[in-house]
């Protein structure tokens, strides 16, 4: 009975070590609890944004005597990600990195908790650290280029944090080259390769550098079947991107032709695949004109992000009005990044008659 007891106590405590180990325990102090609106503030948010943008509330916690805790769990795989604890109102949020651990947040005022102080696991005080070196005021130009060198060097340093790629994007790309960036890029720890801030950064330096015959960036496709895929998982085909709008003329002209490449390269599918991607934030008015405009065939990829005209998507490849049609290669980089339907179908034509143009032609 007594070594029953033990293994039962023994299982017990596995368990919640294991509860520990994957849940984040955020436990805030508030000592001002006055909004900018001269309210209390009665509940905070946790908020989880995606690769797109949308923002999600994924726990809830009531602000009693100043004090609340939010406990999190996270997924098995789910990476390291910065999130936000909102209701503070519209701009006064609080970043932090939710992962396994204790995170202490003291907010002096609500009315100013975006800059509250965060400390308690890994991935936190460095990036509190950063930040620290980022407030710090220069008295000269000498110092304003001993800070710039000390970021970077930090960065560099913590090239395995997670928050490095983050930062990378978000404090060095706006002022740096794409080519000084990809360096940094170049010299992240191999195990963040497959971080969702790596991955973003990288998009961000292939876009900066997008011409004919580079590599594209990987861009999000939610699909109409509701899954999402990224170009990448298409590689080993050539990908004709065609960006568009459902209330755009020209748009509607640009995909009856594509219908007949379709025609053209539908025996060949595992060649070519047609990829369409409306620039639409109406998602039941895109799903409409897929039907109405008979582009539901089998093979023919339809993805929308609901973002319209500001689309990441969009963005990453620089579409400054639909449509616009992106011809890739198999390996990932741009054969072309602005043709005219018709030449698309004569290119493809070419390329299903073993004639690739395109490895001597450069825009």
Partial sequence: ??????????????????????????????IDEKLSTGKKIKKVYLTRTNELGQHTQVATAK?????????????????VLMYEITGFGEGNEIELFVEPGEVSVTTASAAQASSS?????????????YKAILNREPADAKEAIKKEAMSIKFLIDHNASPMTPLMVERVLLPKFSASYTDQMLKAMSVQLHKHPYYLSLRNKVLSSNLKVGNEVPD?????????????????????LLNFWATGCEKSGEM??????????????????????????????AWKEAIKSKNMSREGWLHAC????????AAQLFKVEKAPKIVLIEPEGRAVSLDMETDEVIMRVEQILAGELYYLDNQE
Wanted: glycine share 6%; with cysteine; proline share 3%.
């Fill in 219 to 239: 861009i999000t496709l939610p699909l109409e079947n509701g899954t999402t895929a990224h170009l990448a998982n298409y590689r080993g085909k050539y990908i």
């Fill in 1 to 30: 009975m007594l070594r029953k007891i033990i293994s039962t106590a023994a299982l017990i405590v596995a368990c919640i070590a294991v509860y520990a180990q994957s849940t984040c325990t955020i436990n805030g102090t508030i």
């Fill in 63 to 79: 602000v009693k005597k100043g004090k609340y805790t939010i406990e999190y769990k996270l997924a098995a795989d789910e990476p």
């Fill in 305 to 312: 992000d609901g973002a319209g005209a500001v689309s990441q």
């Fill in 117 to 129: 102080t965060i400390a308690g696991t890994p991935t936190n005080d460095l990036y509190s650290e």
């Fill in 255 to 284: 995909l009856a032709r594509m219908q007949e490449l379709y025609d053209v390269i539908k025996e060949k599918q595992e060649q070519f695949v047609i990829i369409s991607f409306a620039l639409e934030s109406d998602i039941a």
